[in-house]
């Protein structure tokens, strides 16, 4: 369904984090994108609960040399689905998406609605839309620049010739999806843009989820080996919460009875 309520946050990833990112994916013969997306899965599902993800992600649909002249939009969106991820490791998740990924690629040139309609005639159950939510890695080989005004960096100036180029942020009136992540890439790192539906979740829940999701990237880059459930998601900031909500102890009289209490 579309989403007629939208609304977006941003935040940066830490440079350090960042670097930290690009560097376990080079050594784990990964690219960006499938670390990013492989975290991504596993937010989803920490805030679902749900052991096997769908989430969708847009290709420009040029797979063939034939369209990189041609003027159009030429985009689909894939769904990438890992259908158990109770007890997987992030080390191994990685490698399952890496491979989900290649697949999908593969076979882009499919349509998302004929899948959908090829899913209706079987009589699919929910034979609507496979997935909720998105991610997007934008990435610029050229003029990378731009990304920091498509990301919506209100201090970004690009100069264009005799002109210099300022993004206008916008609200996010309508989408797609429930949740959606969009990252852009520049040489400082990572910009993160959380498209929401403001009938769904509210501006608090998505800045603490913001934070959660910095915490589980530096959680999963520090010990790639532990399972994904066990990866912190909390910062110091909302422990500390929890934990004065949870300073309930209170002194008893040693010699009172259990009635008496």
């Known amino acids: 369904r579309l ?22 994916a080079r050594g784990s013969g990964a690219t960006d994108f499938v670390v990013l997306l492989a975290m991504w899965f596993i937010f989803v599902r920490r805030i679902s609960g749900q052991a096997d993800v769908t989430v969708g992600t847009p290709v420009a649909g040029r797979s063939s040399s034939r369209f990189s002249r041609a ?13 158990d991820l109770d007890g997987m490791r992030f080390a191994e998740l990685v490698q399952v998406v890496r491979e989900i990924a290649l697949k999908a690629l593969t076979n882009q040139d499919v349509a998302l609605p004929t899948m ?22 934008q990435e610029f080989a050229r003029n990378s620049h ?11 100036a690009v100069a264009a010739g005799s002109l210099i180029l ?43 989820w913001m934070r959660c999701f ?13 399972e994904i459930d066990l990866l912190a998601v909390l910062g110091a900031e909302d422990l500390t919460q929890l934990s004065s909500w949870n300073a309930t102890a209170q002194a008893y009289p040693a010699e009172a009875t259990l009635p008496a209490v």
């Open 71 to 83: 003027v159009g939009n030429f985009m689909n969106v894939l769904p990438m689905r890992v259908r």
């Open 116 to 137: 959908l309609e090829h899913r209706a005639r079987r009589g699919v159950a929910a034979a609507g839309q496979p997935f909720q939510t998105q991610f997007v890695l």
């Open 146 to 156: 731009l990304g920091r005004l498509l990301a919506g960096d209100a201090t970004a």
């Open 214 to 226: 910095a915490t589980l990237i530096d959680a999963a880059l520090t010990a790639p080996a532990s």
């Open 3 to 24: 989403i007629r309520r939208g609304a977006t946050l941003s935040h940066r990833l830490d440079g350090k984090l960042s670097s930290r990112l690009r560097e376990y």
């Open 166 to 208: 300022r993004a206008y942020p916008l609200e996010q009136q309508e989408g797609q999806s429930l949740l959606s992540l969009d990252v852009f890439t520049d040489p400082e790192g990572f910009k993160c843009a959380w498209r929401y539906d403001r009938d769904q979740f509210d501006h608090e829940t998505i800045e603490h």
